[in-house]
């Protein structure tokens, strides 16, 4: 029964375990995976390399793969081409600045092409440095950029607290939670507070993705003292 399921394809809103590789098309540097040899091999850093759990549709993945991997199998691999307006947007001149070198130096900062920084809470590459003026580019560093990648869907979630737990981890980018769900009622238990207002945006996503839950708490686990 679940060989024909998956023979099915992919729909919006399936839970589905998938690995994948981005590169950049024109000169096929790679950016992003989920595969910790090719990490390594490319020296990206950041986060956990292993497969991931997504739900179609949700924006859990880039907006191109997305729309593509919809009706596509269970136990495939594919290759899928990716324009700027489905990644990571086209250029935005408005969002290139000219700011006086010396706004730099005052900050101890030797500011040269290539450099990342966050100013006034934006990301920003520095793109030139001269006559007393610093070219900053606020795009996004793949802004402009076709991507190229490789998506192997591995298999479709059903376990409600698995899906549970993949909803948690990519809404607050963080693994250090617990899941208890015991007959529609689900307990998330977190190291720290989160607003109210999230508790409740979060919980009616929930709802809306799992609708067998009906209940969702969230606590905060205590510290043990030691005696």
Do not use: W
């Given at each position: ?25 024109e000169d096929g540097t790679i950016f992003d995976t989920t595969d910790e040899k ?115 869907i591995n298999k479709k979630i059903d376990d409600d607290k698995e899906k549970l ?53 969230f606590l905060v686990e205590k510290e043990q003292k030691n005696k």
């Open positions: 029964m679940q060989k024909i399921l998956d023979k099915m394809g992919i729909s919006k809103k399936d839970f589905i375990e998938i690995e994948y590789t981005g590169k950049v098309k090719i990490a390594k091999e490319n020296n990206l850093h950041g986060h956990d390399f292993s497969p991931v759990v997504v739900c179609v549709g949700e924006g859990h993945v880039l907006p191109g793969i997305d729309k593509d991997i919809e009706g596509k199998e269970v136990g495939k691999e594919y290759e899928i081409d990716i324009k700027p307006e489905d990644a990571f947007g086209n250029k935005d001149a408005k969002l290139i600045h000219l700011i006086p070198t010396n706004k730099f130096k005052q900050q101890n900062i030797q500011p040269m092409p290539g450099m990342q920084l966050n100013i006034d809470g934006m990301m920003g590459t520095i793109k030139t440095v001269s006559g007393g003026r610093t070219m900053v580019d606020f795009n996004h560093p793949l802004a402009g950029k076709e991507l190229h990648y490789k998506v192997k737990g993949s909803v948690i981890n990519l809404t607050l980018g963080t693994k250090d939670f617990k899941v208890d769900l015991n007959e529609g009622n689900a307990k998330i238990s977190l190291k720290t507070e989160i607003p109210k207002e999230i508790h409740e945006t979060m919980e009616n996503k929930v709802k809306e993705l799992i609708p067998t839950i009906k209940k969702v708490e």
